[in-house]
Structures are given as C-alpha cells and as structure tokens.
C-alpha cells in the first residue's frame, strides 16, 4: 500500500470538509486529527468518540471512494509508527511507576509529557521549520496573538524572539481585543496565532481579520481545522493530550523554542548584538537579582 495515502487523505479532507455534511464533517475532523487511533479503533469504537453512528463513517469513506470502512481505515493503519522504548533513558520511569500510588499516577504523567513532546517536535519538519523561520525574518511586520491560558505560550515567544526580530509585536499587549493593535495589519505583515481547545474566539478574529487584509498566517494548533474559512499559510501542529481536563501545552512549548533557535540562528550576528545589548541593559539596571555576599574579615 502506497505510503503517503493517509497524508493524501488528509489533505484531501482537509479540503473538502466544508463541503460535506455536518455529520461527515464530523468524522473528516476526527481522521485528521486522530489518524492512530483512527488506524487502531473498530468502526464502533471511533463512531461512539465522534458521536455519530457507524454508518456515517461508512459514507465518508464512500466519498473518499473506499467500499467499505475498514477500506478507509488501512492506509491509517500501515502508516501507524510503533514506538520502541530502549532500556537506557525509561529505568527511572519504571522505577518511579513501582513507587505506590503515588508513584504510578506519575509516572503515568510523566510519560504522556514525553509523549507529547516527542510527537510535537516529531510533527515539526525541518522543510516546516525553515518555512515558518523564512517567514518571520522576512516579514515587515510580525504580530504574535493568544488568549488566555496559551498567552503565556506568545508572551514567551515574543520576550525572547523580539531580540532577534525587533519587528515582532505581541497583541494583545493589555485587556483589549488584539483586534484593536491590528489596525495597520496588511501585505508583508506575518500573523503567528496559538489556539487549542476550546479555541478562543479573538483568535479566530485576528485570523480572520490578518487573512482579509491579505497578510501571511501562520497557526500553532492541535488542528488545522479550528474553525471555517480558517486556511493558514502554514500549519505548524502540536499534540496537546493530557491526563487531565485541560489540554497540555508542554509540546507547544518545545516546538516555540526550536523555532526560537532557527530565529536565533539565522539572525546572525545582528542577532547575537541585539541579544548582548538587551543582557547588558539588565545587568546595568539591575533586572536580575544577586545575592548579597557576606563580608570578609580581615
């Protein structure tokens, strides 16, 4: 079996979704955004997490031109990847998951944070990499935006980044609408947006609003698909699964640092004296504290 289908089949879903039905809708959003556990689950199992009946997997894979369900779900399931956990570098998890109770639950945390890390930088292709880099550098302006909690995710991005592109703009940078620090947004402009679920409807605004003045989008997101007429320039996914009701941003975060060093990187030395300066200015005005060290008697 051909080894990119799963990938065609997203795209192609990608697509087409909001031509379909709400209900195939439905379940083209679930293939793409959990194509493994699609490959893996019986028709039952993935109808019951959509919430909507078996048959309705059976005509989104009539549409896709398939006879029949399992037709549909065998590309997803030859491009699953096993996952091989050496000896060396999980001891310490195992160990840790024979220490009681307490030990267990967090062990068990502790893997799904490695998992979501892996699979977030995994997700994040070197061709993806060098797109979303060549965008930010090349821009005139680049407008970072979140709410909420995935604020702190564009306040990191944007207190380091800024260093290296001093055109970088972080909105909202109060209580407003970033919405209302978009008023000169338009071609050559870089809109960079953090949503995950429930995704937040600014966000979706400022996508909106940058897309309609004609400037690039660029969204970090669990999906592609957060809400209609939503079609960024360039997608850069992250998982977000947690062991707890809110969805963890720990892979976001490691993919905003490899990006902080491909920005890094590819400012050169104009970046690396910006940097300097932004250190000395601290240091001279005493942003960071130091102890004060005991006298020495003589």
């Given at each position: 079996?051909?080894?990119?289908?799963?990938t065609?089949?997203?795209?192609?879903?990608?697509d087409?979704?909001?031509t379909?039905?709400?209900?195939?809708q439905a379940?083209?959003?679930?293939?793409?955004?959990n194509?493994?556990d699609f490959g893996?689950?019986?028709?039952?199992v993935?109808?019951?997490?959509?919430?909507?009946?078996?048959n309705?997997l059976v005509?989104?894979?009539r549409h896709?031109g398939?006879?029949?369900?399992?037709?549909l779900?065998?590309?997803?399931?030859?491009a699953?990847?096993?996952r091989?956990?050496?000896?060396s570098?999980?001891?310490w998890?195992r160990?840790m998951?024979?220490a009681?109770?307490?030990g267990?639950?967090q062990a068990?945390?502790a893997?799904n944070?490695?998992?979501?890390v892996g699979?977030s930088?995994?997700?994040?292709r070197?061709e993806l990499?060098?797109a979303v880099?060549?965008e930010?550098?090349?821009?005139?302006n680049?407008?970072?935006t979140a709410?909420r909690?995935?604020y702190?995710?564009?306040?990191?991005?944007?207190y380091v980044?800024?260093?290296a592109?001093?055109?970088?703009?972080?909105i909202p940078?109060?209580?407003?609408?970033?919405?209302d620090?978009?008023?000169?947004?338009g071609?050559?402009?870089?809109?960079m947006a953090?949503t995950?679920?429930?995704?937040s409807?600014?966000?979706i605004?400022?996508?909106?609003?940058?897309?309609a003045?004609k400037?690039?989008v660029i969204?970090?997101?669990?999906s592609?698909?957060v809400?209609p007429?939503?079609?960024p320039d360039l997608?850069?996914?992250v998982?977000?699964?947690?062991?707890?009701?809110?969805?963890c941003?720990?892979?976001?975060m490691?993919?905003l640092?490899?990006?902080?060093?491909h920005?890094?990187?590819?400012?050169?030395?104009e970046?690396r004296a910006?940097?300097a300066t932004?250190?000395s200015?601290?240091?001279?005005?005493?942003?960071y504290?130091?102890?004060k060290?005991?006298?020495v008697?003589?």
């Amino acid at each position: 079996m051909d080894a990119t289908l799963r990938t065609r089949l997203c795209a192609r879903l990608v697509d087409e979704i909001e031509t379909l039905p709400p209900r195939l809708q439905a379940a083209a959003k679930y293939v793409v955004d959990n194509g493994n556990d699609f490959g893996l689950d019986p028709i039952r199992v993935s109808a019951r997490k959509i919430g909507v009946s078996p048959n309705t997997l059976v005509r989104l894979a009539r549409h896709l031109g398939f006879d029949s369900f399992d037709g549909l779900r065998a590309p997803f399931r030859t491009a699953l990847v096993e996952r091989h956990d050496s000896d060396s570098g999980v001891t310490w998890l195992r160990r840790m998951a024979g220490a009681g109770p307490m030990g267990a639950a967090q062990a068990k945390v502790a893997q799904n944070e490695l998992d979501i890390v892996g699979r977030s930088l995994q997700l994040l292709r070197p061709e993806l990499a060098a797109a979303v880099t060549d965008e930010l550098t090349g821009a005139r302006n680049v407008y970072v935006t979140a709410t909420r909690a995935s604020y702190t995710l564009a306040y990191y991005f944007h207190y380091v980044a800024r260093m290296a592109l001093p055109n970088l703009h972080l909105i909202p940078r109060n209580m407003g609408s970033p919405l209302d620090e978009m008023i000169s947004v338009g071609p050559g402009d870089v809109l960079m947006a953090m949503t995950f679920p429930p995704y937040s409807a600014e966000t979706i605004k400022a996508l909106r609003l940058a897309r309609a003045r004609k400037a690039r989008v660029i969204l970090l997101s669990d999906s592609e698909l957060v809400a209609p007429d939503i079609r960024p320039d360039l997608f850069v996914q992250v998982s977000t699964h947690s062991t707890h009701h809110f969805g963890c941003l720990s892979g976001a975060m490691a993919v905003l640092d490899c990006l902080l060093a491909h920005l890094v990187q590819a400012g050169g030395d104009e970046a690396r004296a910006r940097i300097a300066t932004y250190e000395s200015l601290r240091e001279d005005y005493g942003a960071y504290w130091q102890p004060k060290l005991p006298r020495v008697r003589r």
